[in-house]
């Protein structure tokens, strides 16, 4: 079944430590997005991507990096956590040729740095 | 960059009534979505309306655009326990590459 998938679900760090939450999607699509979002709050992009070798920054500076080397897979990347990236991040795809259609989401990685 | 703004922000309704959220835009669209968002979860995509039509229907939820008055209102009728989310929507942003969220409507909807 097509999908989009979010590793891990839950995560708790230290401060200082390397973090890379995992997005993959099997639905071909070239676009995928990170979104940060507190709760209860409006989502901010933070990095896209068009495809293979793309990625951009988003409207809210981030401290994160991303990288697209194969089309399913957006990882995303926390050199250094801080109490302040304490947040919830969703990772999203959706055709780049055709925008009648939505996003799908991966149900988020809700990270939690102590 | 362009953001649709949902009003009310948040919505408490009995099971069997209807709910209408609205979201107003700042310049003119191509597209406006609206999506589902379950506590701690992540959005569930609802309807896309064009800017083109007018009104749209995908089973309990009815979507209208006013482009006009830069403004969609999102009508779930006959609405249950499970419909309690909060409700976004999304309009392209001023460069027309990607699609930006509102802050949110919190239905509940009581048993």
């Given at each position: 079944?097509?999908?989009?998938?979010q590793t891990p679900r839950y995560l708790v760090i230290?401060?200082?430590?390397?973090i890379?939450l995992?997005?993959?999607?099997?639905?071909?699509?070239?676009?995928?997005?990170?979104y940060q979002q507190d709760p209860g709050?409006?989502?901010?992009?933070?990095?896209?991507?068009?495809?293979?070798?793309?990625?951009?920054?988003?409207?809210?500076?981030?401290?994160?990096?991303?990288?697209?080397?194969?089309?399913?897979?957006?990882?995303?990347?926390?050199?250094?956590?801080?109490?302040?990236h304490t947040s919830q991040y969703l990772c999203?795809?959706?055709?780049?040729?055709?925008?009648?259609?939505?996003?799908?989401?991966g149900s988020g990685t809700r990270l939690t740095v102590? | 960059?362009?953001?649709?703004?949902?009003?009310?922000?948040?919505?408490?309704?009995?099971?069997?009534?209807?709910?209408?959220?609205?979201?107003?835009?700042?310049?003119?669209?191509?597209?406006?979505?609206?999506?589902?968002?379950?506590s701690g979860r992540g959005?569930?995509?609802?309807?896309?309306?064009?800017?083109?039509?007018?009104?749209?229907?995908?089973?309990?939820?009815?979507?209208?655009?006013?482009?006009?008055?830069?403004?969609?209102?999102?009508?779930?009728?006959?609405?249950?326990?499970?419909?309690?989310?909060?409700?976004?929507?999304?309009?392209?942003?001023?460069?027309?590459?990607?699609?930006?969220?509102?802050?949110?409507?919190?239905?509940?909807?009581?048993?």
């Amino acid at each position: 079944e097509a999908d989009i998938y979010q590793t891990p679900r839950y995560l708790v760090i230290g401060t200082g430590k390397k973090i890379t939450l995992e997005c993959s999607q099997t639905m071909g699509h070239d676009k995928m997005y990170w979104y940060q979002q507190d709760p209860g709050m409006e989502l901010h992009l933070i990095h896209y991507s068009y495809g293979v070798n793309s990625t951009e920054k988003g409207d809210l500076s981030s401290e994160s990096t991303v990288s697209r080397i194969r089309t399913e897979h957006f990882p995303l990347t926390l050199e250094s956590a801080r109490p302040s990236h304490t947040s919830q991040y969703l990772c999203a795809s959706s055709p780049i040729t055709d925008r009648g259609y939505g996003y799908t989401f991966g149900s988020g990685t809700r990270l939690t740095v102590v | 960059s362009q953001q649709g703004e949902e009003d009310p922000q948040a919505l408490s309704i009995q099971e069997g009534e209807n709910a209408t959220m609205n979201c107003s835009y700042k310049t003119s669209i191509n597209n406006l979505q609206w999506y589902r968002q379950n506590s701690g979860r992540g959005l569930v995509h609802l309807i896309l309306i064009r800017s083109n039509e007018r009104e749209k229907h995908s089973g309990r939820l009815r979507v209208t655009l006013d482009t006009s008055k830069k403004s969609s209102s999102l009508l779930i009728t006959a609405s249950r326990a499970a419909d309690t989310a909060s409700y976004f929507c999304a309009t392209d942003d001023n460069y027309g590459q990607n699609f930006v969220f509102g802050p949110g409507t919190r239905l509940s909807v009581l048993p």
